[in-house]
């Protein structure tokens, strides 16, 4: 465990490989090693840097109201501290919130997108489940995650998986920080990028599940005609959670394709 102080918080992370350094940045209530069943492979060709969102993990945070834009800071300044000028980003759900407003804020430290079930303006719809989110998050997080977990994976990986499921929501609930998921449930509500992602102007990959009932179809093709040079692909037998381990193999073989078009 590495942390650094900025911005007025502690940012805990992890900085490993070498070569083209792409950044991985996490969902709501998710922490850094979401990502490790990617990164463990990756880091053996690239840089890769992963860390904890302010409030979830092992990174602290403030009294502040949390913001989009307050999370793309943190990465920025988080950056800079590592002496890390330029690189692709990957986000998922919240984390594909950051990095396209990061995107939009730093386009000088940008070399490309790969932005993974996610959203780029609340919606009506949205923003019902949102509320549905946070009246649960309120209860406690066992709560939360019975209704989050039916969005994140199909019918058959619930039932194939639930005494694991069941396991994970527990130890979870131990370490849950719940103000920190509650700020970050808000930070959504405000988003509204979708008139400026035709400011990026990078090579972009915009992954979707093709049974995502959270962010649907519509709302990443939003994200993809929105940004120039922009690519759709949806994973078929896919809800929000993408790393699964029938995708791995295939999603690995994506970075790694579009990474080697990076220059």
Not at 17 to 22: F, R, W
Not at 253 to 261: Q, R, T
Request: some cysteine; proline content about 1%.
């Amino acid at each position: 465990m590495t942390k650094i102080n900025v911005n007025n918080i502690s940012i805990n992370y992890e900085l490993e490989g070498n070569g083209k350094t792409i950044v991985f940045v996490h969902g709501l209530s998710d922490n850094m090693e979401y990502w490790k069943i990617l990164t463990n492979e990756l880091k053996k060709k690239y840089q890769v840097l992963i860390y904890d969102l302010r409030g979830h993990g092992n990174s602290t945070s403030d009294d502040e109201e949390i913001s989009i834009n307050l999370y793309q800071e943190d990465l920025y300044h988080l950056l800079k501290a590592l002496n890390i000028d330029n690189a692709v980003f990957a986000g998922l759900s919240l984390g594909g919130n950051i990095i396209m407003d990061f995107a939009i804020n730093h386009p000088e430290m940008l070399n490309g997108l790969i932005v993974m079930s996610s959203f780029c303006e609340q919606t009506e719809r949205l923003a019902k489940i949102f509320n549905d989110f946070e009246e649960e998050i309120d209860k406690g997080f066992v709560e939360f995650f019975d209704v989050i977990v039916p969005y994140t994976l199909t019918e058959d990986m619930l039932e194939k998986h639930s005494e694991t499921l069941k396991f994970i929501k527990h130890e979870t609930a131990k370490v849950a920080n719940i103000e920190g998921i509650k700020k970050g449930i808000k930070a959504g509500y405000t988003l509204n990028i979708t008139a400026r992602l035709c400011e990026i102007d990078v090579p972009t990959i915009v992954i979707a599940g093709a049974e995502d009932d959270l962010t649907d179809l519509d709302i990443q093709r939003k994200i993809s005609d929105n940004i120039k040079n922009s690519e759709l692909i949806v994973l078929e037998n896919t809800k929000h959670n993408l790393l699964v381990g029938y995708n791995i193999e295939n999603i690995l073989n994506i970075i790694n394709e579009f990474m080697s078009k990076i220059e």
